[in-house]
């Protein structure tokens, strides 16, 4: 059931034998941080709950999982934070219908995406219902930040920590669906096991190239060929955050072999400050090349 969901393989034989076996949960709570696949296989999980199937039967798509694969299931519902938190009232909506038989499955299943989210006014709302749940209703909690539940909630749940993907299986999945290859190693390390993280990079990797190809060349490079090496900082501007960590992560690597570089990372901590105090972005730009030359050498 989790075939096309890589990583976690622990959990997700976990998961299966809960359902091969009827042993289920009223509460789970999925923690872990972003882009590990916390939320695809919550979703998997509760299609395969909700399925009126033989499971022994793979291949065969029943009324619950087609309406399910087209999200128009009646017994499963997603609620998410709107705007910055997750209020009371989302929960109270909740509340009025859990009680409702399920319509076409024999459970009914609530996803609460985001739910470190939850004001604590929500969090004491919920704990009622995880509580005192209808027998037919289990409620999947995913979040990533632990701490911000009360002690109650978690208690009331099982819990389960997802972990960050190995870098060798984020290789193979990219190269698998993606075609991506020569990924180096340092560019998985900015994906920190995250698979979200590295699809979104995906498209940025022609980029991140140039980064590398800048770092390498500066203690070799004369100024004028690091200026044009440089151009592309001057080009995308909104993705500076991001390329000026990567230059951290490659300095930070190259450091460990060749001191020199430890000097580059000062230099990228003064340049965010400055960009930060709205200093002139070209000025700050050029300050930085400028001083990469200078002191790495
Ligand atoms: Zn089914």
New binding site residues.
Partial sequence: MFDTIIGNKEIKINLEKSIKNGNLSHSYLFLGREGIGKKKIAREFA?SIL???DKEKEG???K??LEFDTDNHPDFSIIQPEGNSLKIDQIRELQTRVSEKPIISAKKVYLIDDSDKMTTEAQNALLKTLEEPPEFVIIILIGSNESAFLTTIRSRCMILHFQPIPDEEIKNFLAKQYQMENISNTWLKTCQGSIGKAIELNGKIEIYQKVEEFVQHIAQANLLELWKKAEFLKEDKDQIGGLLDYMNVLFLSLAKEDYRYTKGIEIIENTKKRLKSNGNYDMSIDNLILQMKEQIR
């Fill in positions: 299609k399925c009126l199937g065969t798509e029943c619950s999982c």
